[in-house]
């Protein structure tokens, strides 16, 4: 379902039950897809793995991926309306770039998993306080426009990628994949508790959640395909990747998709 943008739609989907469906299995398949280029196809993890940075998997996968970003952010903005596939395929690559970015980040350049999830955070933090004080609003509804459409992917980038790390980071841990997978799917239940029982802002809310489910699918991802031995499936990342896809093709195709109903933002803002 596509609708004409105007000044009461954004161009970003209305958040609904079926929004986080789709946005978890998203985060799941972008860390499947980005560790099949990364580790299986340019051999990251694998005995022949490069040792130069220049020729790293995780170097090489990001700059794949964030081309890919690149267009599809381009297009997004230049859409007239509201596309769900075009929105989806968006954050799919976002998601894929972000796994690649975080591993370049923290296993090539070494800063590890708390440096990375730290400086990553920050880096979210900036770019919606930056987002804030230059448009007045952060609010899914107020996406209309290249610089607000424009902020919102710079944001979703840095969170995806953030998620990863932070997936990683906990999943590394005692708790393994299914019990990290436990964890960020208590929060992610806790956030909503909150938004129904509580007068937490709404804005507020959302971004929480949005950042927690790159993690729950960062983890969902790794138990698919890493080794029984590391706790994980071991399935083909590339079979996951394929079935991950169909799955969320499917809710797509299945789950009315409607854009958001538009804040009132700045006149500049749209320009």
């Known amino acids: ?25 998203a985060t799941t398949l972008g860390e499947t897809a980005g560790d099949a280029v990364s580790m299986s196809w340019l051999g990251e993890t694998t005995r022949d ?8 998997g995780y170097l090489i996968g990001t700059l794949i991926f964030g081309a890919a970003l690149a267009v599809l952010v381009v297009l997004q903005i230049r859409a007239r309306r509201f596309n ?40 979210v933090l ?16 107020s ?3 290249p610089r607000p459409e424009l902020y919102y992917w710079v944001t979703i980038t840095f969170s995806q990628t953030l998620g990863t790390a932070l997936g990683d980071w906990i ?25 129904w029982r509580t007068t937490i802002d709404r804005v507020v809310l959302f971004w929480a959640a949005f950042v927690l489910t790159r993690p729950l699918g960062a983890v969902l991802g790794d138990f698919l395909d890493k080794p029984v031995s590391s706790g994980g499936l071991e399935l083909s990342r590339a079979g996951a990747t394929a079935a991950l896809g169909i799955a969320m093709a499917a809710l797509i195709a299945l ?17």
């Not at 769900?84 to 690649?100: D, E, F, N």
């Not at 999943?171 to 938004?195: E, K, N, R």
């Not at 789950?255 to 320009?271: N, S, W």
């Open 1 to 25: 379902m596509s609708m004409e943008y105007s000044p009461t739609f954004a161009k970003v989907p209305a958040v609904t039950l079926g929004f986080w469906l789709i946005k978890i299995l």
């Open 49 to 56: 793995a490069p040792t130069s940075f220049w020729e790293g």
């Open 84 to 123: 769900p596939w075009l929105y989806w395929a968006t954050i799919v690559a976002s998601t894929t770039a972000g796994t690649t970015l975080a591993d370049l980040a923290t296993r090539s350049l070494g800063i590890g998993y708390a440096g990375g999830s730290v400086l990553l955070l920050s880096l």
């Open 126 to 141: 900036m770019s919606l306080y930056a987002w804030q004080r230059d448009l007045g609003s952060i609010a899914v509804g």
């Open 143 to 145: 996406v209309q426009g």
């Open 171 to 195: 999943a590394d841990g005692p708790l393994g994949y299914l019990g990290s997978a436990l964890i960020f799917g208590a929060l992610l239940a806790m956030l909503a508790l909150a938004a």
């Open 255 to 271: 789950i009315p998709q409607r854009p958001a109903e538009a804040q009132l933002v700045r006149d500049d803002a749209r320009v």
